[in-house]
């Protein structure tokens, strides 16, 4: 049984004076990089009317949201108790713990407060938000890779990682299986839906169908988080909080349709 021992990766970049800088931390730089790249090049297409000013206040909110709701939602869905002991640990952000779907209704709040501020349609907003996201769970994800954490399955395929602390078997590499799917090949298609004007809600329904599926599908490769393990039937905490999010993607779309339907034939949708 082939398998590879995992590199001595050093979660730490580069230190900056008494700084440390963690690659986890830059994979969220890089990821608001190319999200404020996807935001100016779309609110100049769409005429948006954000501007320079606008557009860094809505990575900032989003920032604000993403950390805050990915840390809450890890705290309430993942490990409430472990936190209810030492609440202080609520805010060592450094040591891991962010929920994707936390972080998305983070997002989603942020993109409230800025479409009402700026008086711009918040589907619209969000529709530009689901085409820079896969970016973000892409680096994110290569950073859980080169942290070491968020493991797979023990496995006998020829790629199988033998990871330090999660024993002596190989593993699936489910980080770089989510930084392949729900990071570049989502990120991809979103590109080229996005190269086309469409009714409020269609990249955002495509962006959560597609990651759903995805991440649905890499979790039976992805080792349970062992304070939570498997859930009744056999599924595990990120399947049954991404069934919703699936379904929330479905409708989305369908609703974007008809109102592209509607539009061409002079219809209304309500």
Request: proline share 5%; no cysteine; charged share 15%.
């Amino acid at each position: 049984m082939a398998s590879f021992a995992f590199p001595a990766f050093d979660p730490i970049a580069l230190h900056l004076g008494p700084l440390a800088v963690r690659w986890y931390g830059l994979a969220y730089v890089a990821g608001f990089l190319v999200a404020w790249w996807v935001l100016k090049v779309l609110d100049e297409r769409w005429g948006l009317g954000l501007g320079p000013d606008g557009r860094m206040v809505t990575i900032i909110a989003a920032l604000i949201g993403v950390v805050g709701g990915g840390r809450l939602g890890y705290v309430l869905f993942y490990n409430l108790s472990a936190y209810l002991r030492a609440p202080l640990t609520v805010f060592a952000l450094w040591d891991g713990g962010m929920s994707f779907h936390g972080g998305l209704a983070g997002i989603l709040l942020a993109g409230v407060w800025v479409s009402r501020h700026y008086k711009v349609p918040f589907l619209t907003l969000a529709d530009i938000g689901a085409v820079g996201a896969p970016a973000g769970i892409l680096f994110g994800r290569l950073a859980n890779f080169v942290n070491g954490e968020l493991w797979g399955r023990v496995t006998t395929v020829p790629w199988g990682v033998v990871f330090p602390g999660a024993g002596a078997l190989p593993r699936h590499p489910s980080q770089l299986y989510e930084a392949g799917l729900e990071g570049l090949v989502l990120f991809a298609v979103m590109l080229v839906l996005a190269r086309k004007r469409h009714a409020e809600g269609f990249l955002l329904g495509w962006m959560l169908t597609l990651y759903g599926g995805f991440r649905i599908f890499v979790e039976f490769f992805r080792e349970p988080d062992v304070q939570i393990g498997f859930l009744p039937g056999g599924v595990t905490m990120g399947q049954l909080l991404t069934v919703p999010v699936l379904l929330a993607g479905v409708w989305l779309i369908a609703r974007a349709v008809r109102a592209d339907r509607a539009a061409r034939t002079g219809g209304q949708i309500s």
